[in-house]
């Protein structure tokens, strides 16, 4: 629970602090309208919505672990691990517009309402940051235990559920990188999608740019469920379907598995089917069965229920370079850290003449420069005495100066 929740939630509110800090944030000043604030700031104020629910009922029921595993769950798998994780460039640089307002105002009120649903569980760590929070805001230094306990708005389930399935649809995929062992630093293609219906493809339509941003791949190619791109065969799971359906069983078992390509669609989309065995009706469920997608020569193929993902591995050398870009801003970032750089000092890069990263520092020059804060790069060569970085990309050594721009 330390490092789950508490360091999590730690780390959560210094980057906050970090550049609220840095940009002079008040949240005393005017709330940006709700209907005004991006899509996904309005997802995590649903889902805060829904937690402080949920939070009242658990602990109006003496069920304080119920509460607390509720308020886990909000701060890793949604507020950190997705919003702040999504969301980080809106925090860095540029001047405080509605946009980036809005990311503030939105991470406070998470991170202030959390301290005030978990006082009553870990009163020292809630009165900590709660006081952190408000002394800069409201002036005061009131305890938490002092304060009101929140009250729940409205919530938008639709856009929760859409964001969930973005959520899985995510998960999926950066399971299949690793399953092939290739870094999500590294760009890939394309992400095909069988849709089960038009509503389905919609929801995954409203949150492509996301998912598209976040498995760092470049588009997102629909098809049917029917139209027999991919592949899948239904294993009977025999420990549900004796129980349901005893002597018949085997019979069940064999109509499942000799179900064609449309039946499995329809099955998938309907969640549930019926068979006629010995002239008696059995309705067989999703989830007695397990459904497999065949792997297409050069794809990797992932399901889960009525999703499925298939990602085009094949890397181009304009993918390679793209990433080789990547890592480097990578290792130049970790540099910057490990120099104790403050966040907006600029820099200079030299790289050493090479062969393997000159193209992709070629085509992607603008891009390094930009993500490191670099006010010049070029490639030249280096003095024998030059205090130059070594970075590791996929196994090459990459020289670099990396000097401040005083």
């Known amino acids: 629970t330390a490092r789950k929740l ?27 309208p709700l209907t005004e604030r991006p899509e996904i700031d309005r997802w995590i104020l649903s889902l805060l919505n829904t937690l402080i629910r ?35 460039k809106r925090f860095w640089g540029g001047e405080m ?56 708005g409205e919530s938008d389930e639709n856009l929760e559920a859409r964001m969930k399935l973005a959520q899985e649809i995510t998960s999926m995929v950066l399971s299949l990188r690793r399953k092939v ?43 049917g469920n029917d139209e027999g791109v991919l592949v899948k065969r239904v294993k009977p799971d025999f420990k549900k379907l004796g129980p349901k359906f005893g002597k018949a069983m085997k019979s069940v078992a064999a109509s499942i598995s000799s179900m064609s390509q449309a039946d499995i669609a329809a099955l ?36 889960d229920g009525n999703i499925t993902v298939a990602l085009d591995v094949t890397i181009t050398d304009e993918l390679r370079n793209e990433g080789i870009a990547r890592d480097i ?22 790289f050493a003449p090479d062969p393997a990263p000159e193209e992709a520092i070629k085509a992607y020059g603008d891009y390094i420069a930009k993500q490191v804060l670099a006010t010049s790069l070029e490639v030249a060569q ?7 970085e070594v970075l590791d990309i996929d196994g090459t050594e990459v020289k670099v100066l990396i000097e401040l721009n005083n």
């Open 6 to 32: 508490f360091a999590t939630l730690y780390n959560t509110y210094s980057f906050f602090a970090l550049y609220a800090n840095v940009d002079g944030f008040d949240n005393s000043a005017p709330q940006v």
């Open 54 to 88: 949920e939070v009242d009922e658990a602990l109006d029921d003496y069920e304080p672990t119920k509460a607390a595993r509720a308020i886990n769950d909000f701060v890793n798998d949604n507020l950190s691990n997705w919003y702040v994780r999504l969301n980080r």
């Open 97 to 152: 517009d509605v946009d980036k307002l809005s990311a503030y105002q939105t991470l406070y009120t998470c991170l202030e309402t959390v301290a005030l649903l978990m006082a009553p569980i870990s009163p020292f760590f809630a009165d900590r940051l709660y006081t952190d929070l408000t002394s800069v805001t409201k002036g005061s230094t009131e305890s938490v235990h002092l304060a009101l306990f929140p009250e729940a």
């Open 181 to 223: 062992n290739i870094k999500v630093r590294q760009p890939l293609s394309t992400l095909m999608i069988p849709v089960l219906d038009e509503a389905q493809k919609e929801m995954i339509e409203s949150m492509a740019d996301l998912i598209l941003n976040e498995v760092n791949v470049k588009t997102i190619k629909y098809v």
């Open 268 to 303: 998938e989309r309907n969640g549930s089917m019926e068979f006629d065995i010995d002239g008696v009706k059995a309705s067989v469920e999703l989830a007695d069965v397990e459904i497999i997608s065949e792997d297409i020569p050069g794809w990797q193929v992932a399901n």
């Open 329 to 350: 801003v990578n290792r130049i970032q970790n540099i910057r850290k490990g120099r104790n750089y403050d966040i907006v000092d600029k820099i200079k890069l030299t």
């Open 382 to 388: 280096l003095a024998d005495d030059a205090a130059a």
